[in-house]
């Protein structure tokens, strides 16, 4: 039998916003952005910044993102911060009303950016009560929805919650991967001057798409690369075909068992090739699963910009920037695996290593610069292993 809705807070003149939880739980708010009705996992981000830059993350598909910092809209919308050209997320939750921008890069308010991108938005929400929910129970599926006049059916958008089949055995990877293989010389950004252009690469990186970020390329090009991006569907001739010096698996959204039916075989022979590899994020997971591993499901997931992590080859601890649902087991390694990086928020593996090959990977995102610059290291680490395989 389903469960009855259960609305704590009854229609009210004004409120044109409403999110409704599989188990029929119902919060009511304003809605913002974009008329409409959207549903998906619903986790929270605790980032005090680069809400455009999550909007915009490709590892957010299938995701309604709760923000648990209140002033959402500070910093306006331009075209310089976005992650991929179109939208991954399904939705947005805030506790407070829009903030007007107030920033000299601004170019356009969140409300119009949200309409021009048909992404749905409430505010309103009690986002204290929608993280402790997460925390406690795990990411819900759930719908969220606007319309101005304020008039829902409840009992079908609890119907409609519940029948999303959730992220677990999902590939959503196909969705946001790139359809064509392109080059990428965009450097980063620097004050006064905005992106800059690799001139004169020293290496050549193949970087495998599951749904990358731009910055990453940018991260790459800024060590000395060329880099050339492929389809994540693409085999390991496709990618051998290219001469590599080095290749990059990169983040995404999804299961990775899900996305790893096609793309381990593909890891599998490139790691067996010899050429050095660095994964992150999904390309982090799909690694393991590569290497013989397994992954799991976690209850309520790493995402934000203020996750401790312990590298412990160097003792040191960086501060960085998560966006995952899913975790490798580690556990389940085999023994030529090491673990490189440790969580202190849980204790659960945030990167490995191979000991007899040039491939390690980690599940967090050096290039989102939350520390600013703690996890820099790892992309002059992987040119470091391009340099040692050269000069053999």
């Not at 048909?118 to 993280?131: E, F, P, Q």
């Not at 290497?291 to 309520?300: D, V």
């Not at 992309?379 to 470091?384: P, S």
Request: net charge neutral.
């Amino acid at each position: 039998m389903s469960p009855q809705p259960i609305d704590p807070q009854p229609p009210q003149p004004g409120l044109t916003g409403i999110v409704v939880l599989a188990d029929g739980s119902v919060f009511r708010g304003y809605g913002l952005g974009a008329e409409g009705v959207a549903e998906g996992e619903i986790c929270f981000n605790t980032s005090m910044t680069g809400y455009q830059e999550i909007l915009t993350d490709p590892s957010y598909a299938g995701q309604i993102i709760t923000f648990t910092f209140p002033h959402i809209g500070n910093t306006g919308t331009n075209p310089e911060d976005i992650e991929t050209q179109g939208i991954a997320a399904r939705g947005l939750i805030l506790r407070a009303p829009l903030t007007d921008p107030s920033n000299f890069r601004s170019d356009h308010h969140l409300d119009a950016w949200l309409k021009a991108r048909n992404l749905v938005g409430l505010s309103g929400i009690d986002t204290r009560a929608m993280t402790r929910r997460i925390r406690d129970l795990g990411a819900p599926n759930g719908v969220i929805a606007y319309r101005k006049d304020g008039k829902f059916d409840i009992a079908a958008l609890a119907a409609q919650a519940k029948a999303w089949p959730g992220l677990e055995g999902m590939d959503l990877a196909k969705d946001v991967s790139c359809r064509q293989t392109y080059g990428w010389d965009e450097t980063l950004w620097t004050l006064g001057q905005g992106y800059g252009k690799q001139t004169a690469p020293k290496y050549h990186v193949v970087a495998l798409d599951y749904g990358i970020k731009r910055n990453i390329l940018r991260n790459l090009a800024s060590v000395g690369c060329r880099v050339t991006v492929l389809p994540g569907n693409s085999t390991a001739e496709d990618v051998l075909r290219h001469k590599p010096d080095g290749i990059f698996l990169s983040n995404g959204p999804g299961d990775p068992a899900a996305t790893g039916v096609y793309a381990v075989p593909t890891i599998k022979a490139l790691v067996d090739s010899g050429k050095p590899v660095f994964g992150i994020c999904l390309g982090h997971q799909m690694l393991a699963l590569a290497l013989g591993g397994k992954t799991a499901k976690m209850e309520r997931g790493h995402r934000g910009a203020n996750h401790p992590v312990k590298d412990l080859e160097t003792g040191k601890v960086e501060i960085t920037s998560q966006n995952h649902g899913f975790c490798v087991v580690e556990e389940s390694l085999p023994a030529n695996v090491v673990r490189t990086h440790v969580s202190l928020f849980d204790g659960s593996n945030e990167g490995i290593k191979l000991t007899d090959k040039p491939v390690f990977s980690v599940q967090y995102h050096p290039e989102a610069s939350p520390g600013p610059q703690d996890s820099h290291y790892l992309f002059q680490r992987f040119v470091g292993l391009i340099e040692k395989a050269q000069a053999k």
